[in-house]
Structures are given as C-alpha cells and as structure tokens.
C-alpha cells in the first residue's frame, strides 16, 4: 500500500528504492521470528513427549517389578553385571551354569525344603527377573541417549539441563540400589527376619520411591514442555502427580501393600 502511494503521488524511483529494503527488512524479521517460534515449540514437543515416553517405561518397570515381586522372583539372578548378564541363556548347558548357581543361597534350600525345584520353575523365575532387569536397562538407553543428542542440540535451557543432569543421577542412582536390594536377600542374615530368604523392606521401599522420583519427575518435566505455562507452583504440580500416581498404581496391583508382604 505505502508503495502504491509513493507511485501514485509521483515519487521519485530513488525514494522508492530507499523505502523497499526497509519494508523488506520488516517482513523478513516477521517470516524468521515467527520460523524461529514454530521450530522451538517444535523441539519442545520433541523433548515433551520423549519425557513422557520415560515417564511411561518408569510406570511400565514398577509393574514388571510388582509382577516379579509377587512371582517372588527377584533372587533368582545371584550374579549382577552391566554387560555380561545382558545376555540370556540359550543352550541347556547354560541354564544348567545358572541353576547350579542359584542353588548354592538360600532362597533355593528354603523352597526346595518340601519338594525340590524343577529346571522348568526356575527357568521362569529367572526370566521373570531378567525381562525386570532388561528393561530398567532400557529405560537407561532411553533416556540417555536422546538427551545426549538434545543437550548436543542446545535443546535444553540451564534450568532443564540441572533437571536432566538430576535425571541422570537417580537413574544410575536407582541401578545401583537395586542390586544393593537384591544382595539383601541372597544374603539374608542381617534382615529382621533371617529365616526366610526376602529382600530387606527397607530397602525394597527405597528402590519404590526412586522409581516414583523418577516417574514424577519425568511426567512433570514432559508436561512442562507440551502444556502452555500455568501459574502453579513446583509443589502443586508434585502433589497432583502423586495423587495420581497412587491411583493409577493402585488399580494396577489392587492393593498396594501386598508388594510389602510378600
């Protein structure tokens, strides 16, 4: 239009070429912040879902935990090593290895007491137990992997990048307390009740709550990215989570005390 007015009023061409780059200019400054707007509400719902994603393989490893805890098959992996224990049994001479080795704690001696265990039960204990442990590892590989390439990316402002170095220190935090948990019960001597082969609940409750900490802490992370932001407080945000969080772990194993008891 200011075009159009300059020509119809006979501007010169040399006024007309003074005023074009600077109407460009605006335009262009308009095309590249709003581009720049769309790719960052882009990389944050990247990283929105990617979080949410781990949220949901964390409720995912609380429910094969519960599966084990309640098949009471925790114990039947006696050896724990990052790499060398990835690989699973597959000729009979292996299972074998693994049976001979389970026999010497406690937990085979107080279950064969009656009637001795079969190769076929303790093949599904130890699966059990492994399908658990494989799949903590996988949540380590899906989280670190991608927020390596985020941070690579500068995806992450310096509040984010705490929050993921947070992450990453409960997730290899919560590695260690597992097996810190599972030696409890090979082991179970100083429990308050040696008699019978379990892990100690203490530190069963400990390994529960990591894995809460870090559910809460992804899905608040993943909806911070996706949702636009709300005036609520950090603690707000936590406590409604929690309050989910019950309800929905409640309804997966009924009651929640019997992972407990057991």
């Known amino acids: 239009m200011i075009l159009l007015k300059l020509a119809g009023s006979g501007a010169s061409i040399s006024r007309l ?3 074009a780059p600077k109407l460009a200019g605006i335009l262009n400054s308009n095309v590249v912040r709003k581009t720049h707007t769309v790719v ?6 990247k ?3 990617w ?4 949220a949901g393989m964390c409720y995912g490893a609380v429910a094969l935990g519960g599966v ?3 098949t009471e098959s925790g114990l039947s992996m006696v050896n724990w090593d990052l790499f060398r224990t990835m690989k699973p049994p597959f000729s009979q001479k292996d299972w074998e290895t693994e049976f001979e080795r389970y026999k010497q704690f406690p937990e085979y001696k107080y279950k064969s007491s009656s009637e001795a265990m ?9 699966t059990m137990e492994y399908l658990h442990r ?3 590892r996988a949540i380590g590989i899906v989280f670190l992997v991608p927020c390596a390439y985020f941070w690579y990316r500068g995806y992450f402002h ?3 990048k705490w929050r993921m170095l947070l992450a990453t220190t409960l997730l290899l935090t919560q590695g260690g307390v597992g097996w810190w948990m599972v030696k409890s019960g090979l082991d179970p001597s100083s429990n308050s009740d040696s008699s019978i082969p379990r892990v100690s609940q203490y530190r069963l409750a400990t390994h529960l709550t990591l894995a809460f900490v870090l559910y809460s802490l992804f899905f608040w992370n993943g909806l911070v990215h996706l949702l636009p932001p709300q005036p609520v407080r950090f603690v707000e945000w936590l406590l409604m989570i929690t309050r989910l969080e019950l309800l929905l772990f409640n309804m997966h194993f009924g009651n929640f005390r019997n992972i407990f008891t057991i």
């Open 51 to 54: 979080l949410l994603g781990c």
């Open 17 to 19: 070429q003074l005023v």
């Open 68 to 70: 084990t805890r309640l």
């Open 134 to 136: 494989m799949w903590g």
């Open 118 to 126: 079969t190769m076929s039960e303790f093949k599904f204990i130890w």
């Open 40 to 45: 960052i509400d882009s990389n944050k719902k």
């Open 47 to 49: 990283v929105g879902w």
């Open 158 to 160: 310096s509040t984010q």
